[in-house]
Nanobody, 123 residues
Framework: VQLQASGGGLVQVGDSLRLSCKAS??????????IGWFHQAPGKAREGISS????????RYEDSVKGRFTISQDDAENTVYLQMSDLKIEDTGVYYC???????????????WGRGTQVTVSS
């Protein structure tokens, strides 16, 4: 299983950005995989912010991003996206995507990780 996050960059407060997580080594609609997005702000621990159960497309969001971020999947491209809108200074950090074979996993149980992509939000 390999995951590669991309799409980060430097944006201003209120801007939008779309991150991509390209996955390989498993099929989105087989078994019970889930992919999650995680945010690590400077000097802070990494935390899960959103996930999607790939078989049925069920998504969940943490309160910090609810209403601003949207997670989606493209089965043909084996890619999960994180559309980020109304970005805030506190959204700055490294964003990682990770996968788990059990969609009921808690964020801390995700066990397949890719490299992160940096998002910087400036005022």
């Amino acid at each position: 299983v390999q995951l590669q996050a991309s799409g980060g960059g430097l944006v201003q407060v209120g801007d939008s950005l779309r991150l991509s997580c390209k996955a390989s080594g498993f099929a989105f609609r087989e078994d019970d995989w889930a992919i999650g997005w995680f945010h690590q702000a400077p000097g802070k621990a990494r935390e899960g912010i959103s996930s999607i159960q790939l078989l049925f497309g069920n998504a969940r969001y943490e309160d910090s991003v609810k209403g601003r971020f949207t997670i989606s999947q493209d089965d043909a491209e084996n890619t999960v996206y994180l559309q980020m809108s109304d970005l805030k200074i506190e959204d700055t950090g490294v964003y990682y995507c990770a996968a788990t074979e059990d969609s009921d996993s808690r964020f801390e149980e995700y066990n397949h990780w890719g490299r992160g992509t940096q998002v910087t939000v400036s005022s």
